[in-house]
């Protein structure tokens, strides 16, 4: 039993914002996934603390080591921003994708990339709460807020038209 549908044959020519687009849920999926599997894999390997402080999870509600942030990070913004960027550029057609498409009349990617955007931003924004100032935050923001306001663009908007 095939999840996908029917897969739409992916346009040759894909507008320069479309591109830019997939290039950051591209770089978002590989930095994540990596980041995600440090947080989880490097306090059993290096040690408790080692690379990522402890002290910068004691005022944190709820979270009391790097798995959950680990696990969200990779699964959710690593294999999640993958999975958009797959979307985007094979355009695959899936039944449980369906409701997305029917809300938005966009290809299913484009909501995606949306809430990614909004969860990058929102991640950030929390970090800043809790954690000390880092370069990474300036950069990771720009993608959040890029993915964000990208798809709702006349170019990327036509393009992923349902």
Do not use: K
């Amino acid at each position: 039993m095939a999840l996908e549908v029917r897969t739409v044959r992916p346009t040759i020519h894909r507008p320069a914002l479309e591109r830019l687009t997939l290039g950051l849920l591209l770089f978002l999926g590989v930095t994540a996934s990596l980041g995600g599997a440090a947080f989880v894999i490097a306090p059993v390997v290096v040690g408790e603390g080692e690379w990522f402080p402890q002290s910068w999870l004691e005022d944190i509600p709820l979270i009391d080591s790097w798995v959950v942030p680990g696990l969200v990070l990779g699964i959710g913004f690593g294999l999640g921003s993958l999975l958009t960027a797959y979307g985007m550029l094979r355009r695959p057609r899936w039944r449980w994708t369906f409701w997305a498409e029917r809300l938005t009349g966009q290809h299913w990617s484009w909501l995606a990339t949306v809430l990614l955007g909004v969860g990058q931003t929102t991640w950030i924004g929390l970090e800043l709460a809790f954690i000390p100032f880092s370069f990474f935050h300036v950069v990771y923001g720009a993608v959040g807020l890029a993915l964000l306001t990208l798809p709702f663009t006349r170019a990327v908007r036509e393009d992923l038209r349902g």
